[in-house]
């Protein structure tokens, strides 16, 4: 968010100050352009990003953010496909469980089923392309706004806490942080999204492989369309991988 200072206040009181702005003050804030964040932040956050993602005992925590992407793809296109949303639950083991009723075959369970794998490389690269457009403060407010939205959703203490820790992280950056604080955290949540959505389709390969994971995404698309769940694997891969492609260039490109 982009805070000018106010005369004779300083900087730091200025925060304090949005809670009496005005709706035109805050409209200005949520569509203006923000200076894109330095190369070194960009480089930084990605390595940050990548550590975030690649040892096991550290995955085995920021997963969670994964999961809170993967269950709410399931769940946003599950409502705008038509279907009823009943509830989201978020697991201690990572794990996720979306449930919607509406018709058990047909285009709409089939991308609810589909949304899955796909959804953090696609909020990644989404997340990109705004930050490329310097349109960082647009970006962390959509994103309290989802967490927002899948909060109304969740049916279990864990997923609230996980969801509510994870909304409460992106408000009060937009609503607190200086701009280069803001650009960071944004493009360290960008880098995580395109890289975490990388890894778990490769996991559920080797699941599959050694015969666990009966009933995934994957499976269950296989069954919904009579097509292979090795080339539904394939479409979740060439998502995240060209997302991350995709969203890495925009990123590294930022001037």
């Not at 923000?34 to 930084?44: D, G, K, Y």
């Not at 949303?85 to 201690?92: P, Q, V």
């Not at 009933?215 to 998502?239: E, G, K, N």
Request: with cysteine; net charge positive.
């Amino acid at each position: 968010m982009d805070r000018t200072p106010v005369a004779g206040l300083p900087d730091a009181t200025t925060g304090l100050l949005l809670s009496s702005a005005s709706p035109a003050d805050l409209w200005d804030r949520l569509t203006g352009v923000q200076p894109a964040p330095e190369q070194w932040i960009i480089v930084l956050t990605g390595a940050l990003a990548l550590i975030a993602v690649v040892p096991n005992p550290i995955w085995r925590l920021s997963r969670n953010a994964v999961t809170i992407a993967h269950e709410g793809g399931h769940g946003l296109i599950a409502l705008l496909t038509g279907r009823k949303l009943d509830g989201i639950r978020l697991h201690s083991d990572t794990s996720g469980l979306t449930v919607s009723r509406g018709r058990p075959t047909g285009i709409g369970m089939i991308l609810t089923a589909a949304a899955g794998y796909t959804a953090a490389p696609l909020l990644g690269l989404g997340g990109a392309a705004l930050l490329s457009a310097g349109r960082t403060t647009l970006l962390l407010w959509l994103a309290t706004g989802l967490l927002l939205a899948m909060l109304m959703m969740i049916r279990n203490a864990y997923g609230v806490l996980t969801v509510v820790l994870t909304g409460a992280a992106f408000l009060l950056t937009s609503w607190l942080a200086e701009p280069d604080v803001q650009a960071g955290f944004a493009a360290a949540a960008v880098w995580f999204l395109l890289l975490g959505g990388v890894r778990p389709a490769f996991e559920l390969q080797a699941k599959r492989r050694h015969g666990g994971a009966p009933d995934s995404d994957a499976d269950q698309l296989s069954r919904l369309t009579h097509v292979p769940a090795a080339l539904w694997l394939l479409l979740f891969h060439a998502v995240s991988l060209c997302s991350l492609i995709g969203g890495g260039r925009w990123l590294l490109d930022l001037r």
